[in-house]
């Protein structure tokens, strides 16, 4: 093989005298490699990336617990914030740590995610329409634990602190403060906006209206109060949908306009919970222009609980007044921000 490798590098050096040089630089490492293929007591063991890593984990972990003196406890490594990485990130980081965990290193990992946010990151990542979330965590996890959300009730407390909580906290009137109490249980009814984080980013947007347009405007009805605690966590959560309504508004201020773009949501949504009520036809291009109530299935009962009073003669007429509202809302946060 030596002897053929030399006669074919002149032979190429010959008919290719462009090649030539550059295949005589190659003549030597290429018989290196030959003769050290075949030398006997030479060979060494490819090398397993895989393996090594797991390798240098124990190692890091059996180390640390030397320098800790905590040889007889198991190291426990928290993980949070996940949602915060894009969805390549947090699917990669997911089947590292998965990986980790069967190195058998005396370490265990406590991981806190949402699942809805884990199947909208690997629908991303593995590009595909449709995810079973449910086969994709049981791979990943040994143990689940599935926690409550929280309730209104649970988060009412905070949600009163963090009104108080501000640097310049606003002066609310005692009817004022109790009319935000009572409606806050009508408005924080889903996961997405009933939790610490986005409360406090509500209660900053409430906080800055207030500061630069007052209180009368906005808290003097139930009504204004519900229209102002739903419309901020629209601007939180659903920051989409209020671009659509701002993009309707510069051509109409009709408010029946944006009433229709909102409730092509709400009925998309009731069109999942109940299949025999298929939205118009008329409305079918809107509600592709419109979040996916797939992926969003908490805009869908927020809006179906702000946009459905108790009583069915007043559905419109209420209905349209809190868009109205909303419109006018927008339209001062916007002021207040500049």
């Given amino acids: 093989?030596?002897?053929?490798?030399?006669?074919?590098?002149?032979?190429?050096?010959?008919?290719?005298?462009?090649?030539?040089?550059?295949?005589?630089?190659?003549?030597?490492?290429?018989?290196?490699?030959?003769?050290?293929?075949?030398?006997?007591?030479?060979?060494?063991?490819?090398?397993?990336?895989?393996?090594?890593?797991?390798?240098?984990?124990?190692?890091?972990?059996?180390?640390?617990?030397?320098?800790?003196?905590?040889?007889?406890?198991?190291?426990?490594?928290?993980v949070d914030d996940l949602d915060r990485c894009l969805p390549d990130h947090q699917i990669a980081i997911l089947e590292s740590i998965h990986f980790l965990t069967s190195t058998g290193a005396n370490c265990h990992f406590l991981i806190a995610i949402d699942p809805q946010l884990v199947a909208q990151a690997a629908m991303s990542h593995y590009k595909v329409q449709s995810f079973d979330t449910e086969q994709f965590l049981d791979k990943l996890f040994d143990l689940r634990v599935s926690l409550q959300y929280l309730r209104s009730e649970q988060t009412l407390p905070l949600f009163k602190a963090l009104l108080a909580s501000s640097a310049e906290p606003v002066r609310l009137s005692g009817a004022e403060m109790n009319r935000l109490m009572s409606i806050f249980s009508d408005v924080f009814i889903v996961p997405a906006v009933n939790n610490p984080r986005a409360m406090t980013r509500v209660v900053r947007r409430?906080?800055?209206?207030?500061?630069?347009?007052?209180?009368?405007?906005?808290?003097?009805?139930?009504?204004?109060?519900?229209?102002?605690?739903?419309?901020?966590?629209?601007?939180?959560?659903?920051?989409?949908?209020?671009?659509?309504?701002?993009?309707?508004?510069?051509?109409?201020?009709?408010?029946?306009?944006?009433?229709?773009?909102?409730?092509?949501?709400?009925?998309?949504?009731?069109?999942?919970?109940?299949?025999?009520?298929?939205?118009p036809r008329s409305r079918r291009s809107i509600i592709e222009r419109l979040p996916a109530i797939e992926r969003e299935p908490d805009l869908g009962l927020f809006l179906a609980n702000s946009l459905n009073p108790t009583k069915a003669n007043s559905l419109d007429q209420r209905n349209i007044e809190i868009i109205r509202k909303w419109v006018d809302l927008d339209v001062a946060m916007c002021h207040a921000a500049l």
């Fill in 206 to 279: 409430i906080q800055l209206l207030f500061m630069e347009t007052g209180t009368d405007r906005w808290l003097s009805t139930d009504l204004d109060t519900f229209a102002l605690l739903s419309w901020m966590c629209i601007c939180e959560r659903w920051p989409s949908l209020r671009i659509a309504l701002q993009i309707v508004n510069t051509r109409t201020a009709d408010p029946q306009s944006l009433y229709s773009i909102i409730s092509d949501i709400r009925d998309r949504f009731n069109e999942i919970a109940d299949p025999q009520e298929p939205p």
């Fill in 1 to 78: 093989m030596r002897v053929g490798s030399a006669i074919a590098i002149q032979g190429a050096s010959i008919f290719v005298p462009v090649v030539g040089p550059f295949m005589s630089q190659a003549a030597t490492p290429v018989d290196d490699f030959i003769k050290e293929l075949f030398d006997e007591g030479k060979t060494e063991t490819p090398y397993d990336s895989v393996k090594a890593m797991a390798d240098e984990f124990r190692k890091l972990v059996d180390q640390y617990q030397r320098l800790t003196n905590s040889q007889d406890d198991q190291l426990v490594v928290l």
